[in-house]
């Protein structure tokens, strides 16, 4: 099957001819239909943060079900699924209490680059070849963990229950999941890339008000007012601070950083009032670090907290989700941008890296 590996980070990824075994025990063979094009992956690209290579890149990913392999019993061949960058193992104190993001077993079978057992599916020439979280999708197949996987109604597009596997859960599940009492509060949003409009998307659904987006190319800024915004800034053009005292007399209760820079997580923190509230959800560079204002931390109570995946139960809100978007409530059709085929996919990543508004999405097995 063609799939896209990255060999050495800083080069392009290369779409190759990948073996891939059957699924072992526990496990499902998915044809993958559409995966979105999430900036993680570009940290790997570019060695921000690391992963064992080669791997097969992509972890937002939907498809159809072709095969389980034996005691699969949650996933049916036939079934339409979405990938889970997080695997949860059920049973641990972070599963059981509904925060599977922050499961153990899914964390060191991250850095494994295997499936939950540690070991790959994947081989290119003979040698093996690294999962990327578990789920590899920039790929016509992909065998994963069926704790990797949930089962939605068919009757979603490929596209948009891709992109709700990664950045709408982590967005939208940001607002839903860690701001729930935000009515009426105002929020910042620095960053107006898939995640960042999927957050602004989740905080007009819950009421907040104003919720000003920031970025520093003004199409995106467009799509966060279409997606709910109710104020823009252009960081690179204006002073956020000021445009902030002139949007509302009243302190901003809440901020979002969903880049992930040292300088914008330091300006989320900054930006909100006494007694607010800032939530790291962008990664950056491993190792990267923040300088903390001591005193405006201590004296106006302001808190920092930091969000994995939309701090969602993610098999839970994942469908929930998809229906509020059935509903009408969520208009996931507008997050959409580009569709590439298999073969553009550094190209995708390209057009990323320079400002294309929506979430991206390859279509491994064409265009629907
Ligand atoms: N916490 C999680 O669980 C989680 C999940 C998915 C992605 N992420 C991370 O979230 C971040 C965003 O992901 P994405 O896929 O939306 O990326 P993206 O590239 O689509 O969006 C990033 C946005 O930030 C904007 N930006 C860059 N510099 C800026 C600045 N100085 N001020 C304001 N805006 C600026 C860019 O123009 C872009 O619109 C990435 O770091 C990604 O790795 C985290
Ligand atoms: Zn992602
Ligand atoms: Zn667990």
Not at 28 to 50: F, I
Not at 253 to 263: F, N, Q
């Amino acid at each position: 099957m063609r799939a896209a590996v990255l060999h050495r980070p800083g080069t392009a990824l290369t779409v190759e001819d990948v073996d891939i075994d059957d699924p072992g025990p526990g496990e499902v063979a998915v044809r993958v239909l559409a995966a979105g094009v999430c900036h993680s992956d570009l940290h790997y690209m570019n060695g921000d943060l690391n992963v064992r290579l080669p791997a097969v890149l992509g972890h937002e990913g939907a498809g159809i079900v072709e095969r389980v392999g034996e005691g699969v019993t949650r996933i049916r061949p036939g079934d339409t699924v979405v990938t889970m960058w997080r695997p949860r193992c059920g049973d641990c104190e972070f599963c059981t209490t509904g925060r599977p993001a922050l499961c153990a077993v899914g964390r060191v079978h991250a850095t494994s680059g295997g499936l939950l057992d540690g070991t790959s599916r994947l081989n290119l020439n003979g040698e093996k070849v690294h999962h990327l979280m578990g789920v590899s999708c920039f790929a016509e197949r992909c065998v994963v963990s069926e704790r990797s996987l949930v089962a939605i109604d068919p009757t979603v597009p490929p596209e948009i229950a891709a992109i709700t596997g990664c950045a709408v859960v982590t967005g939208a599940g940001t607002a839903l999941n860690v701001m729930p009492d935000a009515a009426g509060d105002g929020v910042v949003v620095i960053g107006a890339g898939g995640v960042g409009l999927s957050a602004v998307m989740g905080l007009r659904l819950i009421g907040a008000h104003p919720i000003v987006a920031v970025d520093t190319v003004d199409a995106k800024l467009d799509k966060a007012l279409e997606l709910g915004a109710t104020h823009t800034v252009n960081a690179r053009t204006h002073d956020l601070a000021d445009e902030l005292a002139r949007i509302s007399p009243k302190p901003m209760r809440w901020s979002v950083d969903a880049v992930g820079a040292p300088h914008t997580l330091a300006q989320a923190i900054e930006v909100v009032g006494t007694g607010g509230t800032t939530v790291a959800v962008g990664l950056g560079k491993a190792g990267a670090v923040v300088p903390v204002p001591i005193n405006p931390l201590v004296q106006q109570e302001k808190r920092l907290i930091g969000s994995l995946y939309g701090s969602a139960n993610t098999p839970v809100d994942i469908p929930n989700l998809l229906d509020l978007f059935k509903a009408g409530r969520l208009p996931l059709d507008r997050l959409l941008g580009e569709r590439y085929e298999l073969a553009q996919v550094n190209e995708a990543y390209e057009a990323l890296a320079q400002g294309a508004t929506g979430r991206a999405v390859i279509t491994p097995g064409g265009r629907p």
